[in-house]
């Protein structure tokens, strides 16, 4: 920014616009509005060189809403935009943000793609389980026998699992969090920036008006301590109201199983440790599912590579630029077979 | 690195030719383009004007002998000037019985045949569908026809080279070449030299194929070879300077870079593979050394999502396709016309629909350019009418992209993608560039802010302090580029959109006549590849003493602003098109004249005799 050096710190309402936010009221999309207006300012970050990149549906939104540069694009294909965007200046922090339809169906393709590629950018998937602004199909991570007005005697597709599918393209940061958990909300997306390449957050978001209440099983506050379980680097894998519940690895299954601290004789030397960069681990947390065992929640997988795809990209442009002058165009045009008429 | 040779024709007794086509056919693996490309370079060295057309099969390595995996690369050169490929070949080069199969009926009638006789055995007649040889059943009586066992005299000629009979046959088309070097008179130590340097690593492949090229001309001298004798053509008359041959592909992927030289903003090129599209994606990634970013995603649509970020971070988007690809990424370019963002879309158009021919030509995306789109959503369309013009025509893609915040859809086609041609090499210091402004200016700044003239939106890119803001494809206020859903402000929004492109009218030349009188009896308009054809047709038509004109049209849309007058001038309009009829519809519906098309989709180019035939069907009544 080209302010001044006394410039007062940037508070979360520096990051909202004047524009009316046009959610319905209770939408869980305002909460992680906040969250992310809280964690811009937590991280003090640039609004001239922030770019929040979105598709078509509710969560896409978005970039109306940030005092930062944003393109509303079109359906499904933000992350193919988001790239073309740190191809051609891979200086900006680029931010994209969809629901699980502009992400998992019609632009499954494209995040595929950009989780694999390793683009720089971080990629935020609010899933509602529902299509909220055609009113109310079932979408891609809808659960089986979903009842809506295209499914009226309910689904009968599997749904696709956000997390596992990241982890099955490659992503190098996968990360979970909720939209009312405030708390936890700002520290995963700073941890998201951080990581240079592709960092894939998925956000359970309550959509109040065509599925309100289907995250209640883990999400209620009756039930979070139980449900849920928030994995950190390096602690055990320890969750309940009592924090006397944990993972432990069954060796000859490859399975998780919940126990309890001191029944059967287990101790914490039997619980897991979280290690972030290891990717079976991960695949194993992703896949935890009510009520069988609680949901995984914070940073899941986070094992940076060397470097990014629109670094090494700029790295070959670099290298040619490198060898040798600076490149005519008449030269080129000159290069090869050429022959002269007098 | 630059071959400087001074034109000086030889003094022989060989026959005189004004001008002559040459057709090489052979299997997919018989390297019949290699020969080709080979032989222009030769002829272009000896000073005649020429015109190339590769024909390849769509399959990778179809199964030999077969008359689907037949290649052949046509040569039209000459000592006047050459403005097609040719109708009909003088000579046809036969490497197979397939070969001849495909390629005998185009031969024109009394044409010299030259077949490689050691591959016509009873399997490869059966391969080609040849139920009687053909050489012993009267079908070749036309034709003057040579028959030569080119795989004997090639493995002979290579004999102790210590190469593998396998590697040795595959010199048979350097034998080949050699032959026809030794018919036209041509220099052989370009292709030596050039066959030095591809097979530096192999030298004994380089002189096996050497030993083939001397051993066909060697051939060529000594045999007695009846009707055969050597011919010679003449240099052409042609502009002096530097010159060198160049593919539409080539000329496209050169002016893009040149483009955005001269408009001083960084190329970012994103592409899907396509044929005939893709070689435009391969040289650009092969100069990176100008700061090119360019980026094979995932598919179309992506392509052409990834070109449009790139613009809207300051760089030029381009993207490429053929007309499949073209139709994926529709959606994409209407919300760059929503958001006024600068993009290049270059279609190398083939023939259609669906799949369709996907190596042949055809000029039939037209109306996809022109109307293709959902709502109101008008952008710039321009078209390349020879391998050369694409150079040119890219830079102006790029100054009206640029200039208007505007799509430009550039229609090249397969045949242009491919066909080479010599070229008076340009020089860049004598363009005048046409250097972009990003905006920066905060106060009073919203993204919808115009330029008066050219209502031209600013270009205001993230990274620029004080000028955060958002754009989308919801329809934006006019006064402050924020969402609107104002009845009003929508009419207003979409006439601003028809008004800028329309207004470019007046910012592109006015149409000129490229041949005969600016009014009179018949005008030929064409726009795109059919200008070989209809330029030497008209030339012909106008030496039989006809009123004629030849009209060619490189803004499709909009429109020069003197075209509706110049076509009421004539009696009469005819437009040929590789199409049923596109251009012909949008000049009747845009100046109510009564403009007749001329119609072709069989995947090849017009010939000048169609062409002739309707100009004279129309005058000589």
């Known amino acids: 920014m080209n302010a001044p050096a006394t410039v007062e710190k940037l508070q979360p309402k520096d990051y909202a616009t004047d524009q009316e936010v046009r959610w319905c009221p209770g939408c869980g999309d305002y909460a992680i509005l906040k969250g992310v207006q809280k964690a811009m300012a937590d991280m003090q ?7 929040f990149v979105s598709g078509i549906g509710c969560a ?40 699980d339809g502009d992400n998992l169906s019609i632009g499954g393709n494209h995040l595929m793609h950009i989780l694999r590629r390793n683009v720089d950018v971080q990629m935020l998937l609010f899933n509602n389980e529902i299509y909220g602004l055609t009113k109310g199909q079932y979408s891609p991570t809808s659960r089986v026998g979903t009842r809506s007005p295209s499914t009226p005697a309910g689904s009968v597709d599997s749904p696709v699992s956000a997390t596992q599918f990241a982890l099955g393209v490659n992503a190098r940061f996968v990360a979970r969090a909720v939209d009312t958990q405030q708390k936890q909300m700002p520290g995963i997306l700073a941890r998201a920036k951080a990581h240079k390449g592709a960092s894939f957050v998925e956000i359970f978001q309550n959509c109040i008006v065509y599925n309100d209440g289907v995250f209640d099983r883990f999400t209620d506050k009756s039930v979070v301590a139980d449900a849920q379980i928030y994995v950190e680097h390096g602690k055990p894998l320890l969750f309940g109201k009592d924090n ?31 290690d972030e960069t290891n990717k079976a681990m991960a695949q194993l947390l992703a896949a935890m599912e009510p009520p069988d065992f609680p949901v995984a929640i914070g940073v899941l997988y986070c094992n940076p590579a060397g470097t990014s795809y629109e670094a090494a990209v700029r790295g070959q442009i670099e290298a040619a630029s490198a060898n040798g002058k600076a490149p005519s165009l008449n030269d080129v045009l000159r290069r090869g077979s050429t022959w002269s008429v007098d | ?5 001074k034109v000086t024709p030889k003094e022989t007794p060989r026959q005189e030719l004004e001008s002559v086509v040459v057709r090489f056919a052979g299997d997919s693996g018989d390297g019949m383009q290699l020969t ?4 222009t370079l030769a002829t272009a060295l000896a000073g005649n004007d020429l015109a190339t057309f590769p024909d390849f099969p769509a399959e990778i390595r179809a199964p030999i002998g077969t008359t689907f995996g037949v290649s052949a690369f046509q040569i039209n050169f000459g000592s006047r000037k050459i403005a097609t490929s040719g109708d009909a070949p003088d000579v046809l080069v036969a490497m197979n019985p397939a070969a001849l199969k495909v390629n005998l009926g185009d031969v024109k009638s009394g044409g010299h045949v030259i077949l490689d006789v050691g591959t016509f055995n009873e399997r490869n007649l059966k391969k080609a569908g040849y139920d009687a040889d053909p050489r012993s059943d009267g079908s070749l009586d036309d034709y003057q026809v040579l028959e030569i066992d080119i795989s004997k005299f090639t493995l002979e000629a290579v004999k102790g080279m210590g190469v593998t009979n396998k590697e040795a046959l595959r010199s048979k088309n350097l034998w080949t070449l050699g032959l026809i070097y030794w018919m036209y008179d041509r220099d052989r130590s370009p292709t030596v030299k050039w066959l030095e340097g591809k097979f530096a690593k192999r030298p004994d492949i380089a002189q096996t194929n050497i030993a083939a090229l001397n051993a066909g001309h060697a051939f060529g001298e000594t045999a007695e070879l009846p009707g055969f004798a050597g011919f010679s053509v003449a240099p052409a008359t042609i502009a002096p300077g530097l010159y ?3 593919t539409g592909a080539e000329a496209i992927s050169w002016g893009l870079v040149a483009g955005t ?11 899907y593979p396509i044929t005939p599209a893709s070689s435009i994606l391969h040289v650009l990634a092969g100069m990176k050394q100008f700061g090119i970013t360019t980026f094979q995603a995932e598919d179309e649509i992506a392509a052409a999502c990834a070109a449009i970020g790139a613009s809207y971070a300051g760089s030029l988007g381009v993207t490429s396709s053929s007309g499949p690809g073209v139709a994926l990424k529709m959606e994409a370019i209407g919300l760059a016309i929503s958001t006024e963002l600068p993009l290049v879309v270059v279609n190398s158009q083939r023939a259609g629909p669906s799949t369709g021919l996907p190596t042949k030509t055809e000029q039939s995306d037209l109306y996809q350019a022109v109307f293709g789109r959902n709502a109101d959503a008008p952008l710039v369309v321009l078209a390349t009418r020879s391998p050369a013009d694409c150079f040119d025509t890219a830079i102006e893609a790029v100054r009206l992209a640029t200039k208007y915040m505007t799509p430009v859809m550039l229609l090249t086609d397969g045949y242009l993608a491919n066909a080479s041609e010599p070229w008076l090499i340009p020089d860049m210091d004598s363009y005048e560039p046409f250097p972009v402004k990003f905006h920066t200016e905060t106060e009073g700044f919203h993204p919808f802010q115009r330029d008066e003239t050219t209502l031209a939106r600013v270009w205001a890119v993230p990274g620029t302090p004080g000028l955060e803001h958002r754009i989308g494809g919801i329809e934006k206020s006019y006064d402050s580029g924020h969402i609107s859903y104002e009845p009003d402000n929508h009419q207003k929004m979409t006439d601003t959109r028809k008004g800028k492109i329309d207004g470019i009218a007046n910012d592109i030349p006015e149409q000129t006549v490229e041949q005969g009188n600016d009014s009179g009896a018949l005008a030929v308009v064409g726009w795109g590849s059919t200008y070989g054809p209809i330029s030497r047709a008209v030339g012909n038509m106008q030496g039989r003493g006809l009123d004629v004109s030849h009209i060619h049209l490189r803004h499709i849309w909009p429109l020069p602003r003197n075209l509706g007058d110049l076509l009421r001038g004539y009696k009469q309009v005819l437009v040929p098109e590789m199409n049923t009829g596109q251009l012909v519809t949008v000049l009747r519906a845009e100046y109510l004249v009564d403009a007749q098309g001329l119609n072709k989709v069989s995947g090849k180019p017009f010939k000048i005799t169609e062409i002739e035939d309707a100009i004279a069907a129309r005058l000589e009544n």
């Open chain 1, 45 to 51: 970050a640039d609004p001239a060189k922030t770019v």
């Open chain 1, 60 to 99: 896409a939104r978005f970039p109306y809403y940030m005092a930062t540069y944003g393109f509303h694009t079109i359906h499904g294909r933000a992350p193919a935009f988001a790239t073309g965007i740190k191809l051609a200046n891979p200086e900006l922090d680029v931010w994209v943000v969809g629901g």
């Open chain 1, 244 to 274: 006397d519940k944990g993972l432990r690895l069954d060796p000859k299954t490859l399975t998780l199983a919940v126990v309890t601290l001191g029944q059967d004789g287990v101790s914490e030397d039997d619980i897991l440790v979280h």
């Open chain 2, 1 to 5: 690195m630059t071959t400087a040779l």
């Open chain 2, 36 to 39: 080709g490309s080979q032989f």
């Open chain 2, 244 to 246: 060198r041959t160049v």
């Open chain 2, 261 to 271: 030289q001269l408009a001083d903003v960084k190329l970012t090129f994103a592409s």
